[in-house]
């Protein structure tokens, strides 16, 4: 299991992470419904002589430190998600997910891209304050690196958080392209502050593969608030609806759960774990038996009101920074609370020391609902002078082809609509009059929600902000990086097909 796992003491709190992933043995096991039981014997039983440790990045032993340079090669990779299911997907230098990426705020860095492939490629870098010209969004024209060809990107890494980088080409009808490869990997900028003291820390990516085309919209965002529905039609467009995506094999990082090595914890320890949606098609749960995420940070920004939740809720792109103090010993599934997504791979096993003969339990947790108002302050922000609106709608196309989306009654590129005027902070108030929950992601600015679920909040500092079906949410955010902007929702196929704007500045 590559975990990117990192154990610390306090004496080496302050000192740069030591990466190490572990490469465990995939347990024997046949059918996806039995990755659970099946998996959770093999965990228990599994010696520890037969585990290999690993940097990820480089040499073992080699200190995971930030660099100034790195490169990146695009080609197919073979994943081993568990001894049976092999899938085979494009991948950077040679791993799903890519290399953790280690930099520090305000140092200069250059990424070589080497592209393998017979088609263009673009690198973005989520979560970044940089030009278009270096974001890696064809919209933004940002240049492709040339099938067969190489491209540096080379720019100023701001703020310090949990970034990420993936590949931002459009997929349309072909589900082995874009973000439904494994073309993706965290992104580490440093900053100055002390992230605090962890005896281990995480970076867990989920995922989920072999998408497939379906006319039944799957979802599983049932533990989302039920609130108010603001941006509910009176009357809803009843026309049949086209093709979503769907899949029902998943992992965390590159293993299935039970496939890979557990993760091996000690009573009192504290461990911070660093989430990343990295699926293309859906918002995901996670939760651990028994335990609380102490959520510290959202999509990478240090949260105003740190709190514990059961249950964790992140939309395509979005990241979670929480830690969770050990304090239940026992042999626990941290994953989905949906037994489908859960028992299809969704999770990885935490295994208190003395405990390895234990099965795997898991509990539903309490219910719960994902609320990120309660990281927040209690008020909105002032209320900047200038105001946008986004009004999102489906245009379902029937059986067989593909559902498309307007913004403001409009199709992609929507002429001159969204025009900036440089050092204005905005308003943007995000309609979403469709029958599902939309991660939405703004490219080279960062989101203040002001208000969502009918509730006012300040504080909480984001990239993409999940918003309800037919529910709105208000963010605010300083027009101060000039240049062509990407607005879409982080759904592969929802921005494929319409789900998207470019905002100028004037
Ligand atoms: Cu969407």
Not at 138 to 167: L, S
Not at 334 to 349: F, N, Q
Not at 376 to 386: F, H, Q
């Amino acid at each position: 299991m590559l975990t990117l796992s990192v154990r610390r003491t306090p004496e080496d709190a302050r000192a740069p992470l030591a990466a190490c992933g572990t490469i465990g043995v995939s347990a024997d096991f046949m059918l996806r419904r039995d990755f659970l039981k099946i998996g959770a014997a093999a965990t228990a039983s599994r010696p520890l002589a037969g585990r290999q440790t690993q940097s990820f990045l480089a040499p073992p032993v080699a200190k995971n430190e930030a660099k100034t340079e790195f490169t990146l090669q695009i080609a197919p990779v073979t994943v081993e998600l568990a001894s049976n299911r092999v899938i085979s997907t494009i991948g950077y230098n040679g791993s799903v997910p890519g290399p953790l990426l280690r930099v520090k705020e305000g140092v200069p860095v250059t990424v070589n891209v080497v592209n393998q492939t017979d088609v263009p490629e673009y690198v973005h870098f989520h979560g970044l304050l940089i030009p278009s010209e270096v974001d890696g969004a064809e919209e933004e024209g940002t240049p492709p690196v040339p099938p067969h060809g190489t491209r540096k990107y080379q720019f100023t890494p701001t703020p310090a958080g949990t970034r990420w980088y993936h590949t931002h080409t459009m997929s349309m009808e072909d589900l082995h392209r874009g973000s439904f490869t494994g073309m993706f990997g965290f992104l580490i900028v440093e900053g100055s502050s002390n992230p605090g003291h962890y005896d281990q820390e995480h970076y867990l990516a989920l995922r989920d593969w072999e998408p497939y085309f379906t006319n039944t919209l799957m979802d599983t965002d049932d533990l989302d608030p039920i609130g108010a529905q603001p941006e509910k039609p009176p009357v809803l467009d009843t026309r049949q609806p086209g093709l979503e995506v769907t899949a029902d094999i998943y992992s965390m990082n590159d293993k299935a759960l039970g496939a890979g090595e557990p993760i091996r914890v000690n009573q009192g320890e504290r461990v911070l774990f660093h989430f990343l949606n990295a699926s293309a098609i859906e918002n995901r749960h996670l939760s651990l038996p028994g335990h609380k995420f102490n959520v510290i940070a959202l999509d990478g920004n240090p949260v105003p009101t740190p709190a514990a939740v059961d249950v964790l809720m992140l939309g395509p792109g979005e990241r979670i920074d929480a830690w969770v103090e050990m304090n239940q010993p026992g042999v626990w599934i941290l994953g989905a609370p949906e037994d489908p997504v859960r028992e299809g791979g969704l999770g990885i096993v935490i295994e208190y020391a003395n405990k390895r003969r234990t099965t795997p339990q898991w509990t539903p947790p309490p219910k719960s609902t994902w609320d990120y108002t309660i990281f927040g302050k209690p008020s909105a922000p002032p209320a900047p002078a200038e105001r946008l609106d986004m009004v999102f709608e489906k245009v379902p196309r029937g059986a067989g082809k593909f559902n498309s989306f307007t913004v403001n009654g409009k199709p992609y590129p929507h002429g001159q609509e969204f025009v900036l005027k440089q050092g204005t902070r905005y308003r943007l108030t995000f309609h979403n009059r469709t029958d599902d929950a939309h991660p939405l992601h703004l490219h080279r600015h960062q989101l203040e929600i002001a208000e969502i679920y009918g509730k006012p909040t300040s504080g909480v500092v984001k990239d993409t902000v999940v918003v309800p079906t037919y529910g709105r949410a208000s963010v605010d955010f300083t027009a101060d990086q000039p240049g062509l902007t990407l607005f879409h929702c982080h759904i592969q196929h929802h921005m494929d097909y319409g789900f998207k704007a470019l905002l100028r500045y004037s």
